[in-house]
Every structure is written in C-alpha cells, then in structure tokens.
C-alpha cells in the first residue's frame, strides 16, 4: 500500500453487514480516486473474497490464523486470504491478540505469500519486539482509547512521537501507523506530524452518519 494513507477496519459493526459492507468499501474507493489519497479497507472476513473483487484500493484481512493449511475449522489461513485476491492483513489486533512466536511465523509466512502485514500493538515494549519480527508496518493502539471520542493523538502524543522515533531508528524500512480514537482530519494531520506513516480506524467512518464526508475529512490530513 502507499503512504500516507488511511487503513480502515470495517470489523462486525452492524453498519458493515451484508451488502452494507460492500456499500462502505465502494465508498472508500469513491474516495481514494476522487482525491488521489491511499486508503485500505479491512472488511469482516465473511467478505474479504467479496470485496477483493468489487473494489480495486488495496483489500486487508482483518486476521490471520497462525495455522496451517489442513485440518483445522474455523480458521483464515494465509493461503485462503491470498487466494481470494487480498493484499495485505492486520495481525495481533487489540481485539484478537496472538503470541509472540505466532506473529512471528505469520509475518515470516505472509511474506512468502507476498501478503504485505500491519502488526498492532499497544506500548512501546510490545511495539519494539514486534519491529524486529520485521513486519510492513507497526500500528500503534493503546487498546484504552479504541472506539472512544479521544484520539491517540490527542490524550497521549509522546506513545506515538517517541515510539514511531525509536522504532525507525531500529528498523529502517518499517512503516508506522497509529489508531484508536481518530476521527478527524486534524487527527491524521496530527498524526503525520509526529512521525507516523498514516492511520488505522475504524468507528469514525463505519459508525459515521455520512461515511464518505468522514472520508473526505480525514484524508484531507494526509
């Protein structure tokens, strides 16, 4: 995916049900092409084959397993999400935590698949173990302010300054995203400012009463 750029997680709001989800990812790449700003979609799972073929802006899993391809229920695997066309997953959300030794073997797996991986975290500790898995991007979350009204930007600045800092310094190559209560387009300008490569959200287009001006708003701060 290009950067800056706006990740957006439809996860399994009521709002993204059905062909509600479709509806959204079309939304999104209305304005990706309106504007010529990078956006990626993260829709639930049950329509990651669905929306890969609808819209042509990079498509993510929301999650990815740490399993093999064989005898397993219930799961995603890194061969199913690429078979169905997607370009990218988000690994160790705030909301599906995994191990150390699993994120490590889904970085080193996606990559093999040519899948690109956002791994979440949520302090600096955790933040910099996972940068030297050397995932694609790091997106920083403190899993306190997910969903609120108060952007990560807003309540806790230095998290994201003093971690995007270190980490790059460590890794490179490493692209930083951060999340949790952005909503605005002053978020995302805010959020560039302090050293990071774009944002990942969710509630402040799925849940917004007029998805596309949330849209608009929010890539006007890239």
């Not at 995916?1 to 990812?25: H, W």
Request: charged fraction near 20%.
């Amino acid at each position: 995916m290009e950067t800056p750029v706006v990740v957006v997680n439809f996860k399994v709001y009521e709002e993204v049900v059905g062909g509600k989800g479709v509806d959204l990812a079309k939304t999104c790449e209305a304005v990706a092409n309106e504007t010529g700003k990078s956006i990626v979609v993260a829709p639930q799972q049950v329509d990651l084959a669905l929306i890969s073929k609808e819209v042509k802006i990079p498509v993510f899993s929301q999650h990815i397993d740490p399993v093999k391809v064989g005898s397993n229920t219930g799961h995603t695997t890194v061969e199913g999400v690429t078979a169905v066309g997607a370009k990218g997953t988000l690994i160790n959300h705030s909301e599906n935590r995994l191990k150390i030794a699993e994120i490590d073997w889904l970085v080193q797996k996606c990559r093999g698949a040519g899948l690109e991986t956002i791994v979440c975290t949520n302090n600096f500790e955790v933040s910099k173990a996972c940068a030297l898995l050397n995932p694609d991007y790091i997106a920083i979350e403190p899993p306190e302010l997910i969903g609120g009204d108060i952007s990560v930007t807003t309540a806790d600045p230095d998290i994201i300054k003093n971690t995007a800092s270190a980490l790059k310094q460590l890794n490179p190559g490493l692209g930083i995203l951060c999340g949790a209560g952005v909503k605005t387009g002053g978020d995302v300008a805010k959020a560039i400012e302090l050293g990071t490569d774009g944002v990942l959200l969710a509630s402040g287009v799925t849940k917004a009463t007029d998805p596309k001006q949330a849209l608009l708003d929010l890539v006007n701060g890239l």
